[in-house]
Nanobody, 120 residues
Framework: QVQVVESGGGSVQPGGSLRLSCATS????????MAWYRRAPGKERDLVAR???????IYADSVKGRFTISRDNLKNAVYLSMNSLKPEDTAVYYC??????????????WGQGIQVTVSS
C-alpha cells in the first residue's frame, strides 16, 4: 500500500513565499513524472507545474517566474517553491505521481490536497 503525504501549506500575505512538499511512503520502481495541480474556489483543477524523470520542467503561464518545481528521486519526493504569491494563487494544491512500470502499466498517485491561502 502506498501513501502520498503533502505538507507545507498555510496562509500568507501577498508577496510572501511557501514551499510545498510531497512524498510517497515507499519506493516504487518505474519511470516517474511528478506534478502539482491546484483547484481554486469555483474553478476546475489545473496543472501548475510538471517535472519529468529527466528534469524537464513545464509551468502554467500564471506561475512562470514565481514557482519552481523540483524532485528528489532518492526520497520519492516532489517540491513546489512558491514566491511572490498573489491572492489568485489561493487554492487547494495536489501533488501527483504518474508512474510507468514496464510490463505492468501506468499508475497515478495523488496527495490528499493542501490549502494555500494568500490574503491581506
Amino acid at each position: 500500500q502506498v501513501q502520498v503525504v503533502e505538507s507545507g501549506g498555510g496562509s500568507v500575505q501577498p508577496g510572501g513565499s511557501l514551499r510545498l512538499s510531497c512524498a510517497t511512503s515507499r519506493s516504487i520502481f518505474g519511470s516517474y513524472v511528478m506534478a502539482w495541480y491546484r483547484r481554486a474556489p469555483g474553478k476546475e483543477r489545473d496543472l501548475v507545474a510538471r517535472i519529468t524523470s529527466g528534469g524537464n520542467e513545464i509551468y502554467a503561464d500564471s506561475v512562470k517566474g514565481r514557482f519552481t518545481i523540483s524532485r528528489d528521486n532518492l526520497k520519492n519526493a516532489v517540491y513546489l517553491s512558491m514566491n511572490s504569491l498573489k491572492p489568485e494563487d489561493t487554492a487547494v494544491y495536489y501533488c501527483n505521481f504518474n508512474i510507468l512500470q514496464p510490463g505492468v502499466g501506468v499508475f497515478d498517485y495523488w496527495g490528499q490536497g493542501i490549502q494555500v491561502t494568500v490574503s491581506s
